[in-house]
């Protein structure tokens, strides 16, 4: 089956000659991870320069902080992403999660039952899509498009477009956002955790195996046993749980629901950031940890440019031109590892 494994690694370079600068850089090419690494360092190194608030630790803890919902709800995407499904709901979800759980504050005076709300929304949603994906049939792109156009309609509905504040004032909901431990931001903690988490799930299970071989090639995998329906279905009740989490997490920022929280574009976001970090959009193809980087890399664009005082319409045009020089250095990538293999063989 010609899935491609995370941790499988590309042929040896060639030893002939005249293709030293390539052998050189065939260790770093290999290996998404390093080039990605590479990039956000260039990244980081030029807002550093450019504004010297920039040069402080704090910047890069308040940048895993503000990154948490964005990593968290792109672990349940990659995956998606990897079996050759896509998930564009979770901007909404954000918005609707944020939603139930204030609101559930405000109805039963307790924060516990809020955020256990909150939390259920997402594997209910997930296992809607799944459904309608795995057993209906339908195409994924679609009906999670549909599923983003009508959580939209019913937050607006149910809100008048107005934000839900919690009433009680619970400080302990918005110290999750505003926590830390040690220093480092908890919801850094909370999607670090589950990012380590999601890896292991990832790279060392038999389901993990299977999520690239459905990617990669979905009639052979399902020839050869694994079974796909189940596997793509509890994949979307994943991605909208992690998409629930992120939902809680913005709503605790400031303890209030808003109507219109991820209307900027949030699943685009998590979506380019996951490609921009190598992973295929016809699945089979990535890893966990280069999507994370990738989030990790739009987040220092996006911060550097508020830093230095950017218009929101100039931190868009300059985020595109990040995403298509990254993909651009993808294609260099791939044909330098394909031409690597061709000169092995020959």
């Known amino acids: 089956m010609a899935a491609i494994h995370p941790d499988r690694s590309a042929a040896a370079p060639s030893a002939g000659g005249g293709g030293g600068i390539r052998r050189r850089l065939l260790p770093a090419v290999r290996h998404e991870e390093i080039a990605l690494l590479g990039l956000f360092l260039l990244v980081a190194a030029f807002f550093a320069v450019a504004v010297p608030s920039a040069r402080s630790g704090g910047t890069y803890l308040d940048l895993l902080r503000d990154a948490a919902p964005n990593l968290i709800a792109a672990i ?9 499904e896509f998930d564009l709901s979770v901007g909404s979800m954000l918005a609707f999660t944020g939603v139930v759980t204030v609101s559930t504050f405000n109805a039963t005076d307790s924060m516990w039952l809020g955020i256990v709300a909150g939390l259920l929304t997402g ?11 795995t057993v209906q049939g339908m195409n994924s792109l679609m ?3 549909g599923m983003l156009f009508a959580l939209r309609g ?11 504040v919690d009433e009680n004032g619970f400080s302990v909901f918005t110290g999750f956002y505003r926590g830390e431990i040690a220093r480092i931001p908890l919801p850094g ?16 299970t038999e389901f993990g195996r299977n999520i690239y071989a459905i990617g990669g090639n979905r009639t052979a995998a399902r020839v050869s046993g694994i079974r796909v329906q189940r596997n793509t279905f509890l994949l979307f009740v994943l991605s909208g749980t992690m998409a629930a989490i992120a939902g809680v997490l913005v709503a605790s920022q400031t303890g209030t629901g808003y109507f219109d929280a991820g209307v900027q574009g949030f699943e685009l976001i998590v979506i ?6 190598g992973v295929s959009l016809s699945g089979g193809e990535g890893n966990l940890l280069s999507a994370m980087l990738g989030v990790l890399i739009l987040g220092m664009v996006a911060k550097g440019l508020r830093l230095m005082g950017a218009h929101t319409t100039q931190q868009l045009v300059v985020t595109g031109i990040v995403m298509l020089l990254a993909v651009f250095l993808h294609g260099v990538r791939q044909r330098m590892l394909v031409e690597s293999r061709r000169r092995n063989r020959a």
């Open 154 to 164: 019913l937050v607006y509905v149910w809100t008048n477009q107005t934000p839900v």
């Open 76 to 84: 349940g995407v990659t995956l998606l992403l990897l079996a050759g």
């Open 272 to 277: 380019a950031s996951i490609v921009l970090g």
């Open 123 to 133: 594997p209910l949603i997930g296992a809607i899509n799944g459904y309608l994906v």
């Open 189 to 204: 903690i909370i999607a670090l955790v589950l990012i380590a988490l999601a890896w292991l799930f990832a790279t060392r």
């Open 143 to 145: 009906t999670t498009l």
